[in-house]
């Protein structure tokens, strides 16, 4: 897969997602094998996912550079990042920050389970 191919699969689940109603996402390329996506999803309820993932392929297989994802309604409801300065959190990095602490992951989150888990706080 390419970055290119990587960003028209993004684009098809933002404009086919049931929950997802406006988004404003800017897609950077800097070689086939890398680029940046960032932007915000509004969701159905009009909360919303502030989001940037850096996309690097090597030998066809996606890996995620730094990535965020913030879900906010009013106040942000949680976050999923990778930055390394948090105690407690080791390599890869890979956390989620709720209201009652730091979890740590042993993957990078996709973007499609970040939408999945915000509608799941809706209903």
């Known amino acids: ?31 086939r094998e890398i680029g940046r996506i ?6 159905v309820d009009g909360s919303y996912i502030d989001f940037a993932e850096e996309i690097i392929f090597v030998n066809r297989k996606m890996t995620k550079g730094r990535y965020r994802y913030k879900y906010l309604k009013d106040v942000e409801i949680f976050r999923y990042d990778n930055y390394p300065k948090h105690p407690g959190i080791s390599f890869p990095f890979h956390h989620k920050h709720t209201s009652t602490g730091v979890i740590q992951l042993e993957t990078a ?11 799941r706080q809706l209903f």
């Open 38 to 43: 960032a932007g915000c999803i509004t969701l």
């Open 1 to 31: 897969m390419t970055f290119e191919k990587y960003c028209g699969i993004v684009s098809r689940l933002l404009e086919r997602h049931w929950g997802v109603i406006d988004k404003d996402v800017i897609y950077k390329s800097y070689s």
């Open 109 to 119: 989150p996709k973007l499609i389970d970040i939408i999945e888990e915000a509608l």
